[in-house]
């Protein structure tokens, strides 16, 4: 939180409605024990992040916490573990 700049009440700030909805949707899916219920929100997350990753172009002026994010969710390693997830 230090790196990106965040008051200590941003950081404690209550999550927004969709957030605490998504949340809810994860552990629901981690508490239920099915795999099937697991890597279908695990895959639409991560592969919406490779989306996201692949598109985003590193321009200067990027801090380095931008340009680590964009990094780990891209390339041929990130999209393999993704293709192993669908294919579960």
Do not use: C
Not at 67 to 73: M, V
Request: hydrophobic share 50%.
């Amino acid at each position: 939180f230090d790196a990106l700049g965040l008051s200590e009440a941003e950081i404690n700030a209550p999550p927004a409605p969709v957030t605490k909805r998504f949340d809810a949707l994860m552990r629901s899916a981690a508490a239920s024990g099915k795999l099937h219920e697991m890597l279908a929100v695990l895959v639409v997350a991560e592969w919406s992040y490779l989306t996201w990753g692949e598109a985003a172009k590193p321009v200067a002026g990027l801090s380095w916490l931008h340009l680590e994010w964009i990094d780990l969710h891209r390339g041929d390693y990130f999209a393999s573990v993704i293709a192993y997830l669908r294919g579960q």
